[in-house]
Every structure is written in C-alpha cells, then in structure tokens.
C-alpha cells in the first residue's frame, strides 16, 4: 500500500478509538499484529484489537484527539492525546502518548509501539500511589501484571 493509504489506515484507528468503537480499531491490525506501550506490553495476533475492545468498551468518556500524524509505504508515526477517567480510581487522566507504525502490504498495522510516561501516567491514573511510586519497577510491574490479567479475563468472557 501506499502512503496514503497507511495514512488513512492511522486516522481510522483514532476516529474508532474517539468513537468507542473496539471493532473497527481491531479491524486496523493485521492477523500477526505486534504491540507494545508501557502498561500492555508484547501483545501479539488478536491480543491487540481485543485490548481496544476492553478498553473502549470500559471508558465511557474517553475521547481521543490525533495531533498529527504521518506514514509512508511502511512505516507511520502519531502524536495522540486520550482524556478519560480511569475506572479503578475514578481519576481523571490525560495521556500524552506517541506512537509508531509498521505496516503490511495490504494497509494494516503490523507492530505499533506506543511511548508515553508512565511516571505522569500513575501519578494521574493513581492519585498519591503513583506520584509515590510511579517511577519504581516494583510499580511499572503491578501495574502490567493487572493490565495483563484484565486482558486475559476480557477474552475469556
């Protein structure tokens, strides 16, 4: 595909994510997808497109905002901003997050790597716990084990 194409395929992932829309995210991902950010780490195959699934389908107030983006024959990039209230303390968060793409012949995503700070993250997401010890790998690791269970739970519903 080309570069719009690849494009397109980004702006259709965030407008489903602004949208709530788990199923048309899921469908961005190509059948061998690769993710990984901070808290969902080395997701692989369907594990990716039902993360969004879960977390569109828990965040009632989530709205996303793409700040650019861009992608060629290959490769992609986005600057995304999530606002919603995290629903295991009721606190709200807004992430600044940066992603990266690769993407298959046919226009889907193949890896998609997200970067933002966890630190920022937790002490949003965590009140005083994570100002605390958001920092701390003791944290970083509870914080993906929940994450990592929360996923398993959701596909085994």
Known sequence: MGAAENKATVERLYAAM??????AMAACYAA?????????VDLTGDEPGDM?????????????????????EREGSAHWVAHYT????????????RSMFVFDDSGLIRVQLDEFD??????????????????TPVLQHTVRDRARAGLEAFRDL
């Open 52 to 72: 969004w699934r879960m977390l569109t389908a828990r965040s009632a107030d989530l709205r996303v905002e793409l700040v650019e983006h861009d992608a060629d």
């Open 18 to 23: 602004d949208r709530h829309d788990g199923e």
């Open 86 to 97: 995290f629903a295991q303390t009721g606190r709200a968060v807004v992430n600044d997050v």
């Open 118 to 135: 966890f630190w920022r993250w937790s002490r949003q997401a965590l009140g005083r716990k994570g100002q605390l010890l958001g920092w």
């Open 32 to 40: 061998d997808a690769k993710f990984s950010d901070p808290v969902f």
